[in-house]
C-alpha cells in the first residue's frame, strides 16, 4: 500500500469555522466524515483522539481523520479555525492515517510563529469566501501549513544541536522578557554583559535558536496580535504598548513580518 507524505497530497476544503474567544464546546465529544484541522491562536483545550492525549494552545495543529472519535475539554477560552477538509492522491481519496509518513495525526506544534500567524489571518478572511478564486487561495494556504509542518518535521529529524548551558545567555533572555514592551537597547545589554554584539548574537542564537533582535520582535509582535484581537484600541496606542515608537513605524514592522496590515489582521480575526 502506498504512503504519501502530507504535503504531497491534494487538500479541498469543503468549509472554515472561526471561533474567537470560545468558552466551551457544544459537544465533549465529536465524530465526523472528514479530515479535521483545527489551527489554534489563543487558549487552550485538552484533546482525545483515541490513544493520543494532549493540550492544544497558541500556534498548535490538531488532526482528527474521518470517522475518529475527538474528544475535548476547553480549559482556557480559544481562538481558533476549524478546517473540514478531504485529502486526494491521483484521484484517490485518502482517508486513513495509515497512508500518511510522516503520520501527521495528532497535536504539532508550529515553530514558525510568524508565518503561522500570518497563515491564520490569510485563512479567517476567506472563510466565507465559496468563488473560485477564494476556494483556490483557501486550499493553497492549507497546502502551505502542511509544507511548514513537512519541513519543520524533516528539520527536526536531523537536528543533532545540543542546547548549551549558558546562565549568562539565560540573564539576557529574562531581561528581554522583562522589558521587551519598553526602550530596549541590545547593544547596551550586550556591552553589560562583557560582550561584543557578534558574540552575544551568536551566543544567543546558539542557545535560543534566533538572534536577539528576532526574539525580541516575537514577543512584541505575540504581544500585538493579542491586541488586535481583543481591544478597539488605536494602532498608535497598540505600538506603545509594545514597545515601538509610534504606529506607523509598528505598521511597517507588523507588514513586512506577518505579510499583512495590522487592520487586515484585525478584520480577519472579527469575523
Not at 465526523?32 to 497558541?58: H, N
Not at 497535536?107 to 479567517?124: C, E, M, N, V, W
Amino acid at each position: 500500500m502506498e504512503t504519501y507524505r502530507p504535503r504531497e497530497l491534494a487538500a479541498r476544503i469543503d468549509f472554515i469555522t472561526v471561533w474567537n474567544h470560545k468558552k466551551r464546546f457544544e459537544k465533549d465529544e465529536d465524530t465526523g466524515p472528514q479530515w479535521v484541522l483545527f489551527v489554534v491562536d489563543g487558549g487552550s483545550f485538552r484533546f482525545e483522539i483515541g490513544e493520543l492525549t494532549g493540550v492544544a494552545e497558541k500556534g498548535d495543529l490538531l488532526l482528527c481523520p474521518p470517522d475518529i472519535a475527538l474528544k475535548r475539554e476547553m480549559l482556557r477560552p480559544a481562538t481558533f479555525l476549524v478546517l473540514n477538509f478531504s485529502w486526494f492522491a491521483a484521484g484517490e481519496e485518502i482517508r486513513t492515517e495509515n497512508r500518511l509518513c510522516p503520520n501527521p495525526v495528532g497535536k504539532h506544534p508550529i515553530r514558525d510563529k510568524q508565518r503561522f500567524a500570518s497563515t491564520y489571518g490569510y485563512l479567517a478572511m476567506l472563510s466565507r469566501r465559496q468563488d473560485p478564486l477564494g476556494v483556490g487561495r483557501r486550499n493553497f494556504l492549507l497546502a502551505d501549513l502542511w509544507e511548514q509542518f513537512d519541513w519543520e518535521w524533516e528539520t527536526h529529524l536531523h537536528e543533532t544541536r545540543v542546547i548549551p548551558d549558558d546562565p549568562l545567555m539565560e540573564e539576557a533572555e529574562a531581561h528581554i522578557k522583562e522589558n521587551a514592551y519598553k526602550t530596549v537597547s541590545l547593544s547596551q545589554l550586550s556591552s553589560a554583559m562583557g560582550l561584543s554584539t557578534v558574540q552575544f548574537s551568536r551566543r544567543f542564537r546558539s542557545m535560543f535558536g534566533v538572534n536577539p533582535s528576532e526574539y525580541l520582535s516575537e514577543l512584541r509582535l505575540d504581544r500585538a496580535r493579542t491586541l488586535l484581537q481583543e481591544t478597539v484600541w488605536t494602532i498608535d496606542k497598540i505600538a506603545a504598548a509594545c514597545g515601538y515608537s509610534n504606529g506607523f513605524y509598528f505598521s511597517r514592522v507588523f507588514s513586512q513580518k506577518m505579510g499583512i496590515t495590522p487592520s487586515e489582521y484585525r478584520r480577519a480575526h472579527r469575523i
